[in-house]
């Protein structure tokens, strides 16, 4: 035991960024100690790469007064758990909507204008299949079209904006109405089926809960328009894989845009992986050099001061 550190147990690797603020800081065990004996000595917990933590383990490090996460979704952690056991979980909301929604838009925009193909192409192809010719790589029109938010939170209303400047007509569906906001930003609700029914995107930016988890299935896919694109930033599993699978290959709807995916990462050889109608990106929505450095800090902060009894920066429970 490092004499004074308090002792945390931490998911790896760590990144740079956060290595450096907690060197000296803290005392770092690894994941696998919560499946050991009950540990006493263990006064906190930071999660990093989304491993699952229910209140089982919890019970494994009973004199936890803290649990950190580096990020803001904290489907993996039983929050439910955390309350019943009176230990505080930050995490890191705000600092990376405008990340995230930078890569809805790269994915929004490659997925429509076929780019991940076009550039396999431009690599690999044959001479003649290089040659521009009529027909051949027509994407779908991105500027005045419309675009679907499914979750208009703090990255929603980001990737709001961006669709903003570029004139697109922009809808959301929330379960509660924004109506404070609408105007300003230009945005009009619409039910879940009509937005689906109607839009040319549709970006999912909801958290992963009981209530969305599966929210878009084969039903649903049913219901866009064929010459469609469906986003993912959120979390795979607001989207049921096989249906999302079947709709790409029937050309149920026109292509897909991925940071997220149900299984993650999809084991080689998925049938997603073999579909040039797909843009899957490894989850990497907030990695950036300046947003991951801002995650760190306040990631960080909440542990420490989870450590020391003291309020969280930013706290969910
Ligand atoms: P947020 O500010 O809490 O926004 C979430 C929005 O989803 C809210 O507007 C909420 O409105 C809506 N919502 C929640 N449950 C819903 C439901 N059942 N049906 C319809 N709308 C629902 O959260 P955020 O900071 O924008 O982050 C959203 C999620 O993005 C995170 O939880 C995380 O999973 C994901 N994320 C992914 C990446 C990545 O790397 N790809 C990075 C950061 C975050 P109502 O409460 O009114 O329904």
């Not at 930071?46 to 383990?57: A, I, R």
């Not at 431009?122 to 675009?147: M, N, V, Y």
């Not at 990462?265 to 040039?276: A, E, Q, T």
């Amino acid at each position: 035991m490092l004499q004074n550190l308090p002792r945390v147990i931490s998911d790896g690797p760590l990144s740079p960024a956060v290595s450096m603020l907690l060197k000296g800081q803290v005392e770092l065990l690894p994941w696998e100690q919560l499946f050991g004996n009950k540990d006493e000595t263990i006064s906190g917990i930071y999660t990093f790469g989304h491993p699952l933590l229910d209140g089982k383990l919890m019970d494994n490090v009973p004199n936890i007064k803290v649990i950190s996460n580096h990020g803001v979704g904290v489907d993996h952690i039983s929050l439910m758990d955390a309350k019943a056991r009176g230990i505080p979980v930050g995490n890191t909301p705000g600092v990376l909507d405008g990340a995230t929604a930078d890569m809805g838009f790269c994915l929004l925009m490659a997925a429509a204008r076929r780019l991940v193909e076009g550039d396999r192409i431009a690599r690999f192809g044959t001479d003649q299949s290089i040659k521009p010719r009529t027909g051949a790589f027509l994407g779908r029109e991105i500027h005045g079209a419309s675009l679907g938010i499914i979750g208009l939170g703090r990255i929603g209303l980001q990737v709001a904006r961006r669709a903003a400047a570029f004139d697109m007509q922009i809808c959301y569906f929330n379960r509660k109405r924004r109506t404070d906001i609408e105007a300003s930003i230009g945005v009009s609700y619409k039910p879940l089926h009509e937005l689906l029914a109607t839009c040319d995107y549709v970006m999912l930016c909801v958290p992963l809960t009981d209530e969305t988890t599966r929210l878009i299935g084969a039903d649903e896919l049913r219901l866009m328009r064929p010459t469609a694109t469906l986003i993912n930033i959120a979390r795979g599993a607001v989207v049921d894989t096989d249906a999302l699978t079947l709709a790409l290959t029937e050309n149920w709807i026109y292509a897909a845009g991925l940071d997220v995916t149900d299984p993650e990462p999809l084991p080689k050889g998925h049938p997603l992986l073999k579909l040039d109608n797909v843009v899957i990106a490894p989850h990497i929505g907030s990695a950036t050099v300046q947003t991951r450095q801002k995650m760190a800090e306040l990631s960080v902060q909440n542990l420490l001061a989870g450590l020391a009894g003291a309020e969280l920066p930013s706290r969910i429970i």
